[in-house]
């Protein structure tokens, strides 16, 4: 663990007799980033928050969040605020006492507080829910309501397990403009199936499959990562001659023709991430040699969801 | 820049709260929840109305019994002494039916639900979980489903019969408020043995039914089961000499019940 890890996992296995949900996972979490936490349904991931949230016991393995280990019980708990992926609360209560409720369970003054009460339930735009029974919330208030709870302690850890599924894209938005506000106050700990969410707001990304960490990286690193292997070349006036001839440039490893309009042609080239600068100069001389018109020689740049399914198939092809 | 949400973070604890972390805060809210639902009053009303139908009874069949042969002498009709009919009031056991149901489902309610998850994941304890719902419920079942029915039962007594001794009147109490923390526990300990409200339930009901006969097929077996504490404490104040075994059974059984279900209770995946 890291002086600066919020949340730190230590061969974390958590197994249900044959069924394996998380395997050694090790993870070091940066105090106050925002950490999206994906892979596909049945990765583990659900598994791996309610270790965090003290909910499982682990199998093996150890977790800590600012340095108080799980094993540490309420005081660990103290630290993190818990939604669950269906979140649930009493539906005899109203969203505020729900608020007062957990607020009431730390022993710290300041989180019981009518007016944090208040700033906290109107930061997650419930304020005028606030008195109705939570049994005539909708999904998204449910929703709403359970950040609430979960930041009403001050927790140094968010966890979050998928918290913009049930939300409509405006109170998705929502939420994530509010997890982004979040960053370094507190650490956010969420997992998703969203790619486009993670990519707009987390600083760090960990993609679980089959219950192993296939790949922990800075969000920024990890997409550029998968971005200096091919190279996009568009060309006016290309022939048949023009692809043989781009493939047979010095660190082209193969290259595909992926549209034609006319006598515009589009190639993507897969080539050594070492030498791109170099290919990207051979391509332009070889298009100025030859009187044909370059309109596009750059490297492609892959979104998370391609990283995602690249990372994951090439973990299925190898098992 | 933008505003800070959250602001300050306390400073970290990184000791044990204390076996009982939260307790307080979830009796309270546990209470809340008892007195804000419709629950109350159905018990209320259906233990009390059980409870008067009965201590009634003996006056009831004497009218009856009159009606039907005016003039001639009535033979083999219940007794009309008050503390007949108060003690008799208790026998339909009412009051264990209601706390196996209540208790029964506590638990296994607040699981399926996911409210347990949601509580479980606060700063609290099991331990606390289960004790505040032990507490709260004794408490409201004692009241509701013992104090006032009783209290009701023992005036429309003083008016059929006349006044019960006071002293009987509040051992009765005592062994009711005894009979339901028991049968608290042991609703609560079947829910975190037996997944289902409906099975706790039922299993409950049939543990209930089946332990008087095998007690009775035991040897003094009948005053150490946990309902002969029902009529203890009204038997000890009336001074009558009465065997120390059966609270001491009752307590440990009771106690045995609380550890075992806490201990299931930790061992929750939620």
Same mark, same amino acid.
């Given at each position: ?6 949340? +730190? ?166 939420? !994530? ?9 507190? #650490? ?6 969203? !790619? ?31 971005? !200096? ?44 991430? +070492? ?45 | 820049? /933008? ?11 990184? +000791? ?32 009390? #109305? ?13 009218? &009856? ?34 706390? &196996? ?5 506590? &638990? ?43 209290? &009701? ?31 608290? /526990? ?85």
């Amino acid at each position: 663990m890291t002086s600066a890890s919020a949340i +730190s996992t230590a061969g974390l296995t958590k197994h249900y007799g044959e069924v394996r949900a998380v395997t050694d996972l090790t993870l070091d979490v940066p105090s106050g980033s925002i950490y999206g936490f994906l892979g596909p349904n049945g990765a583990g991931k659900t598994t791996v928050l309610k270790v965090l949230a003290g909910l499982i016991r682990p199998t093996s393995g150890s977790a800590s969040v600012a340095g108080i280990p799980l094993a540490a019980g309420e005081a660990y708990r103290r630290e993190v605020g818990f939604l669950a992926q269906e979140p649930r609360f009493y539906d005899w209560m109203t969203g505020r006492e729900t608020v007062a409720f957990v607020a009431s369970l730390v022993p710290d003054p300041a989180t019981s507080d009518p007016a944090w009460l208040d700033k906290i339930i109107a930061t997650v735009g419930l304020a005028d829910a606030a008195d109705r029974r939570t049994g005539t919330y909708s999904g998204g208030m449910r929703q709403r309501l359970g950040i609430a709870q979960a930041l009403v302690t001050r927790p140094r850890v968010l966890l979050l397990d998928e918290p913009v599924s049930a939300l409509d894209p405006i109170g998705r938005r929502e939420v !994530l403009d509010l997890m982004a506000q979040l960053r370094g106050e507190t #650490t956010v700990f969420y997992s998703t199936h969203i !790619l486009d969410d993670v990519e707009r707001v987390s600083d760090r990304v960990a993609i679980l499959d089959h219950g192993h960490l296939v790949r922990e990286a800075a969000t920024a690193e990890l997409l550029s990562s998968f971005t !200096l292997d091919q190279l996009r070349v568009v060309v006016v006036g290309a022939t048949d001659a023009t692809g043989v001839d781009l493939a047979g440039l010095p660190g082209v490893r193969s290259i595909e023709p992926s549209a034609r309009d006319g006598d515009v042609r589009t190639y993507l080239l897969t080539i050594e991430p +070492s030498v791109a600068g170099q290919i990207q100069r051979a391509v332009t001389r070889y298009v100025a040699d030859r009187d044909l018109t370059l309109v596009e020689n750059g490297l492609v740049r892959l979104d998370l969801e391609d990283v995602f399914l690249r990372l994951v198939d090439s973990k299925e092809r190898a098992a | 820049m /933008t505003a800070s949400i959250i602001g300050a973070h306390a400073a970290p604890v990184s +000791s044990n709260f204390g076996r009982f972390a939260g307790a307080r805060q979830l009796v309270r809210k546990d209470t809340t929840e008892w007195v804000r639902s419709k629950r109350i009053w159905v018990i209320l009303a259906t233990v009390t #109305t059980f409870l008067v139908l009965t201590a009634a009874n003996a006056w009831i069949a004497t009218k &009856i019994a009159a009606a039907a042969a005016p003039g001639e002498a009535l033979r083999e009709l219940p007794s009309l002494g008050p503390t007949e009919n108060m003690v008799g009031a208790l026998t339909t056991q009412i009051f264990v039916l209601a706390a &196996i149901f209540v208790a029964g489902s506590l &638990i296994g309610r607040e699981r399926d639900s996911g409210t347990l998850a949601w509580i479980a994941s606060k700063p609290v304890t099991r331990a606390s979980i289960w004790a505040s719902k032990w507490i709260s419920s004794t408490a409201i079942l004692s009241i509701v489903g013992g104090a006032i029915p009783l209290a &009701i039962t023992a005036a429309v007594v003083t008016l059929l019969y006349g006044a019960p001794p006071v002293e009987i009147v509040i051992g009765l109490a005592v062994g009711l408020a005894a009979v339901t923390a028991f049968f608290v /526990t042991f609703g609560l300990a079947l829910g975190t043995v037996i997944p289902g409200q409906a099975a706790t339930i039922a299993t409950g009901l049939t543990i209930f039914a089946l332990a008087p006969m095998l007690a009775a097929a035991i040897p003094g077996g009948m005053a150490l089961i946990p309902t002969a504490m029902l009529t203890w404490p009204a038997a000890a104040l009336a001074g009558e000499a009465m065997s120390l075994a059966t609270p001491v059974v009752w307590f440990v059984l009771m106690a045995g019940l609380a550890v075992f279900s806490i201990r299931r209770m930790r061992k929750f995946e939620l």
